[in-house]
């Protein structure tokens, strides 16, 4: 058996002597025998007997640790204090306080004594439990009788760190280099001589551009933020005091942060371990013969608190990791129609530092470009470039951060120049250069799925599922070959709003019609507008040939005494004509686009009761619509929920179809239909 050590004994036979001479503790009447509990009657005196022996248990361990190898917790005992350490400068000292038996709360808070401000002006404590004496100096942190107080930062069993608020550096109340100190915690004091663990520099690192650098200072030792300076020949940024936060570039002689300096810092974070910044006030500009830029290769000096780090600026490329296209390309949706805005480009990663400066726009100025190349892209399938210095292409609405650029497209946008589409097309292979990074994406713009399903009189696509307010499309008037004998043969093009699933349509286009044999054997064109149920079809009274190119578009244009009215508008690019008209009815609700080829004449079935008269197959190009969702004048059909509709004349809807449609092209915008039977 391994023997109790002679200083273990005299403690225990201490605790034992408080329970009386014998060596076992009194655990009251009717106890249970050593060896176990008994199986004596129930006594309700023996729960409160045995208080004494739980306590008694409990003061044996603890008074005699040893005895069973545990530890004396941090918390138990009178306090003790090991070191007090300084850190930061004299005019912002952080202070921590090591020991053990702190407790793990500050002691009880008194009300300052000249002192009233906000909360984290800092706090005084009863009877000196937390406070800080500067003897020289004849002054008081934390006690009632001074106006210093006590800013706790963390406060645990073995460390306490704080700083000094109230009127802390006022009337020369400041921990210098060299006074003797005296810590109070609790009940136990700590006397000392005042010295600030210099401050250690282990890295500076430059992020950004030389337009807009950020600069990060990391290493221990710094404490809080110093006291800043009266500004120099520029109030926009941060100097501080007592140099205790500069840049120095030694390779074009120039300084930031030093008092009386004209470039400044800006967005200043501090913390013990890392200092970052911007810099400010005449960055990046020339004055005197020399350029205030930190550019690559520069050598510099980072001055903190005392310490300081020579090195060479670097600034690390820049990180792209995607590249998101949103909205739609833009393009004019036909010749006719106004020109439209582009897409929204999203640029992802990481280093991109803060917006640099823009540059005189080329030969547009509604956008904006950016110097130094340092934002521009290039269409690698059209052989476009914008936002370079020059280019007629310029950026818009630039949002800049350093993990994410988002702009838009501007200029001459959208137009036609030297044989080239000024377009970022579906699919188009794009370049994006920014800051020296450098990321190709194929362009690719949000699409909805399509549904499918059969009608006896339509053959085509319908946008469905948000409010429209422009539709357009192109199409060629399709050659009708007629070989029928004894019917009339129709079908028509259009395009319009309305008319899937509601009551009215308000639509234009043009139509074919096959005479039969017995009555000359003959196709006739011509164009026409319908505002349905007002009205049926309107005669436009210009020639259409089988060949023209068709633009077409219908643009809700407001209310007028209780009506909606719409613009309808064709263009015969063939032969040069242009028509429009604004009309108006009541009830329409613009929920659908559509682009449709129709047999026109029904029976009051419902069902063709003429043939389809046959053209082959005729492409409906340039689709685009536009509402609620759309820039300006609207996006290709894939953009929005859309259905393709399979003309099935049959009574029976057989699925032998008289008409099919192909799908959408790669950017949405154009499919074909192509007759099968009449």
């Known amino acids: 058996m391994k023997r109790i050590p002679f200083a273990t004994q005299n403690k225990l036979s201490q605790v034992l002597a408080k329970f009386g001479s014998d060596s076992t503790p009194d655990f009251g009447p009717k106890a249970a025998p050593p060896g176990g509990l008994g199986r004596h009657t129930r006594q309700h005196r023996g729960s409160l007997a ?130 003797t100190y005296i810590m109070y915690v609790g009940d136990v004091t700590y006397t000392g001589t005042v010295e600030y663990q210099p401050p250690t520099i282990s890295g500076v690192s430059f992020n950004g551009t030389s337009a807009d650098p950020t600069v990060t200072v990391n290493g221990s030792g710094f ?132 917006v640099p400066p823009t540059a005189a726009p080329g030969c547009d100025a509604s956008g904006t470009e950016i110097s130094n190349d340092d934002l521009w892209i290039e269409d690698n399938t059209e052989s476009w470039t914008s936002g370079e210095p020059g280019s007629c292409v310029s950026l818009a609405n630039v949002a800049w951060s350093n993990t994410q ?20 097309n579906q699919g188009d292979s794009l370049t994006v250069q920014l800051v020296g990074g450098t990321y190709t994406a194929t362009v690719g713009y949000p699409t909805s799925s399509t549904q499918s399903r059969q009608s006896p009189n339509w053959a085509g696509y319908v946008d469905t599922g948000e409010t429209y307010t422009y539709v357009s499309g192109s199409w060629t008037v399709p050659a009708s070959s007629c070989n029928t004998i004894f019917s009339t043969e129709f079908s028509s093009s259009w395009v319009g709003i309305d008319g899937d699933g509601n009551n009215t349509v308000e639509q234009i286009g043009t139509n074919s019609t096959c005479v039969p044999h017995l009555l000359g054997n003959g196709s006739s064109y011509g164009a026409w507008w319908e505002m349905y149920p007002e009205n049926s079809q309107q005669g436009i009274p210009e020639s259409v040939n089988a060949g023209d190119v068709m633009n077409a578009s219908v643009q809700y244009s407001g209310t007028s005494g209780g009506n909606s009215c719409y613009l309808l508008k064709l263009q015969d690019q063939t032969q040069g004509w242009n028509y429009s008209t604004n009309q108006c009815q009541p009830g329409t609700q613009n929920a659908t686009a559509e682009w449709i080829t129709e047999d026109t004449d029904t029976s009051i079935l419902g069902l063709p009761s003429f043939p389809l008269a046959p053209f082959g197959t005729m492409t409906f190009t340039n689709c685009d619509a536009g509402g609620s969702d759309a820039a300006v004048y609207g996006a290709p059909i894939s953009y929005h929920p859309n259905t393709a509709v399979t003309l099935d004349a049959s009574a029976f809807n057989d699925g032998n179809a008289a008409a099919s449609v192909s799908g959408l092209s790669n950017d949405g915008s154009q499919f074909s239909i192509t007759w099968q039977h009449g």
């Open 223 to 354: 404490g809080i933020a110093p006291s800043t300076a009266s500004p120099g020949c520029d109030t926009s940024g941060t100097d501080y005091a007592n140099d205790d936060l500069y840049i120095v570039d030694n390779t074009a002689s120039w300084k930031a942060g030093e008092a009386g300096t004209c470039a400044s810092l800006a967005n200043v974070s501090w913390s013990n371990t890392q200092v970052t910044f911007n810099l400010s006030g005449m960055y990046g500009t020339t004055c005197c013969g020399v350029d205030w830029v930190l550019n690559p290769g520069d050598n510099v000096t980072m001055y903190l608190l005392g310490a300081s780090d020579t090195l060479t600026v670097e600034y690390p490329p820049p990180t792209i990791s995607s590249v998101i296209f949103s909205g739609w390309s833009g393009s004019p949706p036909a010749p006719s129609a106004p020109p439209a805005s582009g897409p929204t480009i999203t640029v992802n990663g990481s280093g991109f530092g803060i």
């Open 50 to 179: 045995c208080i004494p022996a739980v306590i008694s248990i409990f003061a044996l361990v603890a008074m005699a640790g040893g005895l069973v190898g545990f530890a004396t917790p941090a918390w138990a005992g009178p306090p003790t204090i090991t070191s007090v350490s300084f850190t930061g400068t004299s005019a912002a000292p952080t202070i921590t306080v090591s020991g053990s038996g702190f407790g793990h709360h500050p002691p009880a808070v008194a009300k300052p004594s000249c002192y009233l401000g906000t909360p984290t002006s800092g706090e005084d404590y009863k009877n000196q439990k937390l406070s800080l004496t500067d003897v020289p100096g004849g002054w008081y942190a934390g006690d009632q009788t001074d106006c210093v107080t006590i800013r706790t930062v963390s406060y645990t069993p073995t460390k306490v760190v704080f700083t000094l608020g109230g009127f802390y550096t006022s009337s020369g109340w400041v921990l210098n280099q060299g006074d």
């Open 405 to 424: 650029v988002v702009f838009s497209l501007s200029g001459s946008y959208g137009t036609t120049c030297c044989g080239l589409d000024w377009v970022l």
